[in-house]
């Protein structure tokens, strides 16, 4: 339910600035609001009674960074920051202890890392971005097709359809913050290797959950 609110709150939230509707703005806000205003210790944002939410604040913070982007809040960013102060402490190892399940979308915080640094300036926030991104890349080892590593050595596209294609992004999102040519050429070559082995006619991939051959 957490995910589930989380993608609504972010499609009204901008559908709410696209049609000028205060009704619909408000009714987003409130949420907004309550997330910010109640962190847990330590300034980690978050239901409480969600025992791993990892994955549901990727999606949740979507609408956080959206509503900064239409805001400028500084009390909104400062709370971002504290979250991801708390969750990623700077100059503190980052490890991956459990793959299971949701629990690998844990490296998409990757992007709202970047973006971070993109809104500050603070260097700090993309070194965390990039040991996260290393930590998940030695956790699933550098063959897997959802790594940097793997994505240019060819590997095939693997496992659930809707998580390669959050995973296929974040090469690109490395690459436009860092400058690494590697991250463009395993972009290119995990592309060419999707199209080649999962696009339909229609240029989506297919996937009943998992990510499976054309034909």
Known sequence: PYEQTAYYLTGALRCGYLLNSDA??????ANVKAVVENPKAGGRLGASNVENDSWPMVVLMR????????TQDPELLAAIEGHYNAVYPKGKPILFSDLSGFN??????????CTLTEITGDPSWLERAKELYAAFVQAM????????????????????AVSYLEFLKLPAVLYLHTGDPQYVQALEKAYAKMESYSAMADGLTTGVEGIRPAS
């Open 24 to 29: 619909l703005l408000e009714r987003v806000r």
């Open 63 to 70: 609408m956080l960074f959206e509503e900064y982007a239409n």
């Open 104 to 113: 690998k979308r844990t490296a998409l915080h990757v992007e709202h890392l």
């Open 141 to 160: 080892g550098k063959g897997n097709s959802l790594v940097a590593p793997g994505m240019l050595a060819g590997a095939t596209p693997s496992g659930h």
